[in-house]
């Protein structure tokens, strides 16, 4: 508990001024270790850290000069790990706060002058607002604009998150505020406008300055699906008002929920002489911060008839902004005298106290504060590796990759060539049984299975040979054609192989026995192409013709036919090996992502979704994306591995392009001295090989920046969703999260989902699943945390918390402890957003990880569960 309680302020005394800018201070901001951040009309962001013995020190890096006019706000995201800065140059820009280094820009909808910005608590989005009312939401993991919003007729001045990052609340200049509902705003998947859930006008008389939430929310005691936020804000009439937002969520149909959200006036709080610019909550919630054009600070406590604890005066003209730190003992306020006041509340803190414990590393004593300043000195640009022009004798017209060391080549001169590549140096070396022979003519496409064993090719000659990858032995055949077979693509599951080529037709064949399983027929040209969905479930073919047929895989039926998908004909195809391709989705529909590229110069990508009801399989398909750049033909178009988020292209303009699929732009442009015909992701996306037709393979290394935003993409998804509106696969998926998927099938047969979990007892839902006794305690312990953990409920502040349950990096207590390649557990969403910030280094230790892989540190996460419980027995 902060030590506030005990003095109530008397004790405030100014612990620091700091000085340094040339105008007026705008906005402040502490991070969770003390860090604290300032931006002002000097165009500058000023960062300091706490020096035990010096107080407060500004950065050898800082300031930062990037923005062109007055800096507006300033926010650090909820771990620490990033800020944000907005400005009137009309962008917002994403900074590693550790290493100072710019991640992303952001423009505002017709550049207009961005007046505040705002991170989610999940860390995964940042809104930003101005002088049009238009507030952009954009997607921090795929650094992309999601939705922008014109709701709002005056300047949006302030907004803010509920802490369960249910809903987002906006405020204008013209005295109205408006609640949103994150999951509308944040779906991709559908064009239905968003409004808001509800609206309050003439809120303050002239207009809102600032709003802000507490992070303490309450739920009804009789209807758990029942919740309430404490929010206040602060405008032109000199009044701050408390009030409280009241949402309710119940069961619509089967995957959709419904959410009723009403905003009522509890309190108002009296004591400014003039306009309210700034209000904020500490961490617990139970205090207020607010600052005015009267030159004051206050400090007030919401718990005690919210009572003015201290009128903090300093400032020698008006206070522009105001922030609390972690453990609310200390409050900084930035002015337009130009001046940043760092306030002790208790009066028991000089320059030489450590205001946060450090947390040390047992192999070499590195402490987490130290290498925060370590700059990323990694490049980030495409290297080429090695141009091999010696080897072949024709055309490279395919190349796949398996793993991240072997390479599979086929060529215009009826050779297959086995690569390796090695790890630590990168030397491509071809293998002692490469060259494969048994093609009578030019090679046209080659391919791995999933499980890397077999290797598949076809070629001009008709024929479809299956090779033993370690022997290079051919052990199957498809049986010839009399026509030029384009292409043969495994299936991810193994089970069966498809080609397609200039007979018009497609055919499905058994990989053990090379019979054929169906044959898909329609196409009126040449297949030039065809993929497998990553699920095994939908094949996809493409002609000259221009059109694309998806086919059930089960049924040997064609679901879906999307005539004139590329002017000229589609050369190629891909499916994203995502199962989960379009973010922040909320339907139950299984949506898949396929790319296709053709002679229109154009690569698109293109959302399907696939639902079956009652043996009917329904079908919707959409362009998603238009990826345009190319000057020439595009020929081969791949997805990176896994995750998906790049895609390659390679075309006649003698270009390979690297494409952000979510953001839609190009990446990064390989050039070639002859026609690029394919191209092909290792496994951890760090090397990209393609092929040309001046008989040449490339190798080129992608930056590390790629490999870990690829890795982490999939560990940083927005939580929009709380229990209550779960879908029964929600819960499923959740069980497979805590190692339970055991009782999946009984999950999926009683119907469960989240509002069950939520309204019924922890032993009414074991047993509506017929647990056995063991299985029932666990689950029992499970569901008692997860409610638990949508409060947001964490150890008492009274509490001495044991070293080991304490993040590295946030220096808080692990409510979801992750072990990472270094061997050091960390908060799960904190060490997440250390990827997303950039830092591909161990926390603790600095070395490069050899990888992103997060365990769940279990054992450890128990441990911390018991010992919350035994503190909240003693409270």
């Not at 003698?654 to 732009?665: D, E, F, K, T």
Request: charged fraction near 20%; charge should be negative.
């Amino acid at each position: 508990m902060s030590a506030l309680s005990g003095h109530i302020g008397r004790s405030a005394t100014i612990l620091q001024n700091l000085k340094g800018h040339t105008s007026d201070v705008n906005c402040c901001d502490f991070a969770p270790n003390f860090t604290l951040v300032t931006g002002s009309s000097d165009k500058t962001v000023r960062v300091w850290d706490w020096i035990s013995g010096s107080g407060y020190v500004e950065r050898p890096q800082s300031p930062l000069r990037v923005h062109k006019y007055q800096v507006t706000c300033v926010r650090i995201s909820p771990h620490g790990s990033m800020m944000a800065s907005s400005s009137v140059d009309g962008t917002a820009l994403l900074w590693n706060l550790h290493s100072l280094t710019k991640l992303h820009t952001m423009t505002q909808v017709n550049g207009d002058a961005i007046r505040v910005c705002s991170f989610s608590p999940d860390s995964t989005l940042l809104v930003t607002a101005g002088d049009n009312g238009a507030v952009c939401i954009w997607d921090l993991v795929h650094r992309s604009l999601i939705r922008t919003l014109f709701e709002h007729e005056g300047t949006t001045q302030a907004l803010v998150f509920t802490p369960d990052c249910q809903f987002l609340v906006t405020a204008c200049s013209l005295e109205v505020v408006k609640v949103w509902h994150v999951q509308d705003l944040i779906d991709t998947t559908t064009e239905t406008p968003c409004s808001p859930l509800t609206r309050i006008d003439n809120i303050h008389d002239m207009g809102v300055f600032s709003i802000d939430i507490s992070k303490h929310i309450e739920v009804d005691e009789n209807n758990p699906l029942i919740r309430y936020y404490s929010m206040a804000s602060g405008g032109c009439n000199n009044e701050l008002k408390l009030w409280t937002i009241r949402s309710r969520v119940s069961a619509k149909n089967k995957n959709l929920t419904h959410i009723e959200v009403s905003i009522c006036l509890s309190n108002v709080l009296e004591g400014h002489a003039s306009s309210v610019t700034c209000v904020r909550f500490s961490n617990s919630g139970r205090y207020l911060v607010s600052s005015s054009l009267d030159k004051s600070v206050k400090v007030w406590d919401t718990n005690k008839d919210c009572t003015c604890l201290v009128t903090l005066y300093g400032h020698q003209r008006y206070v522009n902004c105001v922030a609390f730190s972690k453990d609310s003992n200390i409050v900084v306020s930035g002015s337009n005298d130009k001046l940043v006041i760092v306030w002790d509340l208790t009066g028991k803190i000089s320059l030489n106290n450590e205001l946060f414990a450090l947390i040390n590393s047992n192999s070499n004593g590195v402490v987490e504060t130290q290498i925060m300043d370590t700059t990323n000195r990694d490049s980030n640009e495409c290297s080429l590796l090695e141009k091999i022009d010696d080897i072949f004798e024709g055309g490279v017209n395919s190349c796949c990759f398996n793993g991240k060391e072997l390479l599979a080549t086929g060529s215009g001169d009826k050779f297959i060539r086995l690569f390796k590549v090695g790890e630590e140096n990168n030397n491509v070396e071809e293998l002692g049984n490469s060259p494969l022979e048994g093609h009578t003519y030019a090679i046209n496409h080659v391919e791995f299975s999933k499980n890397g064993d077999k290797l598949a090719s076809s070629s001009l000659d008709g024929c479809t040979f299956i090779w033993n990858t370690q022997t290079g032995e051919k052990c199957l055949s498809v049986p010839k054609n009399g026509l030029s077979i384009k292409v043969c693509r495994f299936s991810p599951n193994g089970k069966f192989i498809i080609t397609g080529g200039d007979d018009e037709k497609a055919v499905i064949w058994n990989v053990d026995t090379m019979e054929a399983i169906s044959v898909l027929e329609g196409h009126l040209d040449t297949i030039t192409s065809a993929c497998v969905s990553p699920d095994s479930k939908i094949v996809v073919t493409a002609s000259c013709n221009a059109d694309y047929r998806a086919w059930a895989v089960e049924a040997a039926k064609c679901l879906y036919i999307k005539e004139d998908a590329h002017d000229g004909g589609i050369q190629s195809c891909d499916f994203s090996d995502n199962l989960d391709p379009i973010p922040n989705t909320i339907s139950d529909r299984q949506y898949y992502l396929l790319a296709t590229c053709g002679n229109d110069s154009l690569v698109k990508l293109w959302r399907i979704s696939v639902e079956k009801l009652n043996s009917v399989v329904n079908i919707e398909v959409k362009q998603w994306r238009s990826l345009q750049g190319h000057g020439g033909n595009v020929i081969s178009v791949r997805f990176s591995p896994v995750v998906g988020e790049i895609v390659c292209s390679t075309a006649t303009d003698r270009q390979s392009r690297l494409w952000a699929v979510y953001g839609g732009h190009c990446l990064y442009v390989l050039d070639h001295d002859s026609i690029v015909t394919c191209c092909s992701f290792n496994s951890d996306c760090s090397l990209l090989a393609t092929g040309c037709l001046d008989r040449t393979l490339w190798l080129w290394k992608l930056p590390q920046q790629l490999v870990f935003q690829t890795a982490i993409a999939n560990k940083m998804k927005s939580r929009s969703k709380t229990v209550a509106e779960w879908s029964n696969r929600d819960v499923i998926k959740w069980l497979a999260e805590i190692s339970m998927s055991k009782i999946a099938q009984n999950v999926r047969n009683s119907g469960l989902n989240g509002e069950k979990l939520i309204t019924l007892t922890e032993v009414e839902v074991c047993s509506g699943l017929d647990l056995d006794e063991e299985t029932s305690k666990v689950m029992m312990e499970e569901l008692k945390w997860l409610k638990k953990l949508q409060l947001d409920i964490q150890a008492f502040c009274t509490v001495d918390i044991p070293h080991e349950f304490l993040c590295p990096i946030t220096h808080e207590i692990m409510r979801e402890p992750v072990r990472c390649s270094d061997g050091f557990t960390y908060e799960k969403n904190a060490v997440a957003e250390w990827f997303m910030s950039g830092k591909y280094t161990s926390p603790m230790t600095n070395a490069v990880l050899t990888n992103t892989t997060l365990i769940p540190n279990l054992e450890l996460r128990d441990s911390i569960r018991q010992f919350l419980e035994s503190a909240e027995e003693k409270e």
